[in-house]
């Protein structure tokens, strides 16, 4: 079964440092998202894309935050000035687009554990 | 986004139905009642969802009440693999590139 991944699986960088972390969504999928989930707390939407652009972002998304679809497999999170705060495990999702259905799931990856020092 | 209740912890013994609630009284009528899982140290994973009919999947089964306010996502014979934070949650049936918001779940404790 298809799934999507995300490299690297651990990331450690030191504050200030800018980051980016990798997601290859499932092929056939149209919208993507990120979403982080810091230790002990819930899973947090940060943004989604769609068409090559931002459909929806949270507070959390502020201008440290980027998102970008570099070619026709790739989607990425880029953290610009990384803080302590940012510390988390960041989820990519896809999801496919057909017509009539609404509600189509998300699939999730297993995450990018991103460590600031 | 409604909001959905769910218990904080549910304890249930290998290879018996396990039967997880969730409350959603303010659920509006275009809102479908989906559920996740996420498993240690793993992201999230679909199990199910519904409108207002009864669901079943191969990992689950939905039950729906006649008023919509509440669901119940049962596991018909648990093992130790389904030990995970199960989240209920509404999500509008407008499509596009809506997000989930996920609560706090229900961590399902499976006994051996």
């Known amino acids: 079964e298809p799934e999507v991944t995300q490299t690297p699986s651990h990331q450690v960088t030191q504050m200030g440092q800018e980051v980016i972390l990798r997601c290859v969504p499932i092929s056939n999928h149209l919208y993507f998202y990120w979403y982080r989930q810091i230790l002990g707390q819930k899973v947090e939407f940060l943004v989604s894309f769609y068409n090559n652009e931002i459909s929806e972002k949270s507070e959390i998304f502020d201008d440290q935050f980027s998102v970008e679809r570099p070619d026709g497999s790739n989607f990425t999170l880029k953290i610009r000035s990384t803080k302590l705060e940012d510390s988390a495990m960041y989820f990519c999702?896809?999801?496919?687009?057909?017509?009539?259905?609404?509600?189509?799931?998300?699939?999730f990856g297993n995450g990018t554990r991103l460590t600031v020092t | 986004d409604a909001k959905t209740t769910q218990p904080n912890s549910m304890e249930s013994n290998e290879e018996e139905p396990v039967h997880l609630p969730c409350n959603h009284s303010?659920?509006?009528?275009?809102?479908?009642i989906h559920w996740y899982r996420q498993l240690p140290s793993q992201g999230p994973e679909y199990v199910i969802h519904?409108?207002?009919s009864n669901v079943n999947n191969r990992m689950a089964s939905l039950a729906i009440a006649e008023d919509r306010k509440s669901s119940t996502l049962i596991l018909h014979r648990a093992t130790l693999r389904d030990a995970a934070v199960y989240y209920c949650i509404l999500r509008r049936g407008r499509g596009g590139a809506d997000g989930l918001t996920f609560g706090k779940g229900t961590h399902l404790i499976i006994q051996p």
């Open positions: 519904g409108l207002t």
């Open positions: 999702a896809s999801k496919p687009w057909a017509p009539g259905q609404l509600n189509s799931p998300l699939h």
């Open positions: 303010t659920i509006s009528g275009t809102d479908y």
